[in-house]
């Protein structure tokens, strides 16, 4: 079981660097939906990990990483309807 944790942590960070890596390359911007849902997704997947090793410090950035995801999201959805 602890692979399969640290395997759905893992592919979280990896979206969350590629989200980054693409936001600094110039093909997202901190706006696009993609941009968001993929940060979204990446903390989700890393808080799932904690879920098995936890780490309030860790915990606490991710669960923040949602919440601002969150917010971008509602914020991006609002202006285009």
């Keep these: 079981m602890d692979i399969a944790f640290n395997a759905i942590g893992l592919i979280g960070v990896a979206l ?3 989200a ?6 110039g093909t997202l911007t901190a706006r696009r939906m993609a941009y968001l849902l993929q940060n979204l997704l990446g903390a ?5 990990s904690l879920v098995h090793d936890w780490n309030l410090a860790a915990f606490v950035i991710e669960a923040s990483w949602v919440a601002v995801s969150l917010y ?10």
């Excluded at 989700?44 to 799932?48: D, E």
Aim: proline share 0%.
């Design 16 to 18: 969350i660097l590629l």
């Design 20 to 25: 980054y890596f693409l936001l600094q390359r």
């Design 44 to 48: 989700s997947l890393i808080l799932v």
């Design 72 to 81: 971008g999201i509602a914020k991006t959805i609002k202006q285009r309807g």
